[in-house]
């Protein structure tokens, strides 16, 4: 069965402040590793991952991937209010039924 | 979203009563899921369509049922809904296993 294992659960830190949101996987026949944000509503798409060692960065937002141990980071620089929301990292696999198997995200809140 | 719309947006029903979600594309992908969401137990796949007439289960399938006429549309039915399928559930589009995934906004369904 696969499974995506996403740390902490619950983060709060204050404005300005750099996080660092972990996500583990075991999965049947990798593919990519997402990360959305999802606030009150759907989840946004933020990066795909698929190889190694390639950092995606968009603004203060940042991830890698490391296949060999199986994790991935999400990182924020001198975050905002904004920023808060719940963060997830999801894995599409070969192994079992089809789409995204998501862990259960970090809620990530950011005080002023 | 752009693309995709869910309807209704809430919904309010009895406890076996047959009830139909609706999610309807304009990207034209093959693609479409639909998905739960729950405390504590995070977003869960229940069914997907890889083409028209084409569908298969995924992780909490049961009571569950779906249909895909159209590539445009894909239908979520509860043939008698119970407390226990009360959450958000979402839909969602991609063009190919392993790409982005969009999210459609969401319907809030309570059993009652």
Same mark, same amino acid.
């Given at each position: &069965?696969?499974?995506?294992? #996403? =740390?902490?659960?619950?983060? !709060? ?10 996500? *583990?996987? &075991? ?11 999802? &606030? ?10 698929? *190889?190694? %060692? ?8 940042? *991830?890698?991937?490391?296949? /060999?141990?199986?994790? =991935? ?6 975050? #905002? ?13 070969? %192994? ?6 998501? %862990? /259960? ?5 950011? #005080?002023? | 979203?752009?693309?995709?719309? #869910?309807?209704?947006?809430?919904? !309010? ?5 047959? !009830? ?15 998905y739960r969401q729950d405390?504590?137990h995070?977003?869960r796949?229940i069914?997907?369509?890889? %083409? ?8 909490? *399938? ?22 226990s399928q009360t959450s958000v559930y979402f839909?969602?589009?991609? &063009?190919?296993?392993? =790409?982005?995934?969009?999210?459609? =906004?969401?319907t809030r369904l309570t059993v009652?």
């Open positions: &069965e696969d499974k995506v294992v #996403q =740390s902490p659960l619950s983060l !709060v830190v204050h404005e300005g402040d750099t996080v660092t949101l972990n996500c *583990s996987y &075991e999965v049947t026949n990798f593919r990519s590793l997402l990360w959305y944000k999802q &606030e009150k509503k759907a989840p946004t798409f933020l990066f795909m991952l698929t *190889s190694s %060692g390639i950092e995606k960065k968009s603004g203060r937002l940042s *991830s890698i991937l490391d296949k /060999k141990e199986l994790f =991935s980071i999400l990182n924020i620089t001198a975050t #905002q209010t904004g920023d808060s929301a719940v963060y997830l990292c999801a894995v599409v696999s070969g %192994g079992g039924a089809d789409g995204l198997t998501f %862990g /259960k995200g970090t809620h990530l809140i950011i #005080q002023p | 979203d752009a693309g995709i719309t #869910q309807s209704p947006r809430h919904k !309010v029903t009895e406890t076996g009563t047959p !009830v139909t979600l609706r999610c309807h594309q304009t990207e034209n992908h093959r693609y479409m899921y639909w405390p504590g995070g977003l796949l069914h997907y369509s890889y %083409g028209v007439k084409d569908t298969d289960k995924g992780e909490v *399938s049961d009571g569950y049922s779906v249909s895909r006429s159209k590539t445009e549309d894909f239908l979520l039915t509860l043939e008698s809904a119970t407390s839909c969602a589009i991609s &063009e190919d296993r392993g =790409s982005g995934y969009t999210f459609g =906004s969401g009652v």
